[in-house]
């Protein structure tokens, strides 16, 4: 097993372990923004594991990282250790563990893992995106009135209003919308042909970073609202070709 993948399986088993007991829940920015002891025991895990193979790895993480940028080096590992803790917190099973490799600013490798359904997704540049050691693409084209749609509510209070607006003109013009509370498992499921177009603001590194790359390798369509995708943004738009420019024309004139 691939270390990264490795590393996303033992804290999914760790996540699986605390699943549905009662649990110490903190909140961060605000009241849905929240962190349990599970988080920061699946993060201890998988920095545990990689530090076995990179030992001179740099580590992002989303439980008590502060730095403002991504360094640029030869080894960085962008780490969400429970990402939908919400979700996770209220025994709902739509969570993941996502964790990618950067080197020099670029992702290179990628892998998230849904413990609920044992689910191992992972991409590396160039090499395809894989389900379980079984290579995914995304063939769907349909139209946009023909298409499912997902996204997600921001962290930021300020972004809020904007994204119910995108919400309410996007529902008009697809089959529907759905929001199911995890970035990394709606761009897994996105890359498998389970949802047509995802877009979301607001983002953390660690929320996307992963399933960028998994969901780019898989034949979608990745980008921001306004350009090329920069993981630092804090903004994606992502969708199958046959859809993807009138997404993000309709998110752009809101």
């Not at 998230?112 to 997704?121: A, G, L, Q, V």
């Amino acid at each position: 097993m691939r270390p990264i993948c490795e590393a996303a399986k033992k804290a999914g088993e760790i996540a699986m372990h605390f699943f549905e007991k009662e649990l110490s829940i903190k909140m961060k920015s605000m009241r849905s923004d929240v962190v349990t002891q599970a988080d920061v025991e699946c993060q201890k895990a998988i920095v545990e594991v990689l530090k076995k193979y990179y030992p001179s790895a740099t580590f992002v993480l989303e439980e008590g990282y502060e730095e403002a940028k991504i360094p640029s080096v030869e080894t960085v590992f962008v780490v969400d250790p429970i990402d939908g803790t919400l979700n996770y917190s209220h025994s709902l099973p739509y969570f993941a563990v996502s964790v990618a490799r950067l080197s020099f600013g670029k992702i290179v490798e990628g892998a998230i893992y849904i413990p609920f359904t044992n689910e191992m997704f992972y991409a590396e540049l160039g090499r395809g995106a894989f389900l379980n050691d079984k290579r995914i693409v995304n063939k769907k084209r349909p139209t946009m009135d023909r298409s499912l749609l997902v996204t997600g509510w921001p962290y930021d209070e300020t972004k809020l209003k904007w994204s119910m607006r995108s919400v309410e003109k996007l529902s008009e013009m697809c089959q529907e919308v759905r929001i199911i509370g995890s970035s990394a498992l709606e761009l897994c499921y996105l890359a498998c042909g389970r949802f047509d177009g995802y877009w979301e603001v607001a983002l953390k590194p660690w929320d996307v970073a992963a399933g960028a790359l998994i969901a780019q390798e898989a034949g979608v369509v990745v980008g921001g609202l306004n350009g090329e995708f920069d993981l630092e943004s804090g903004e994606i738009v992502a969708a199958v070709p046959s859809i993807f420019e009138q997404l993000r024309s309709a998110l752009m004139e809101l």
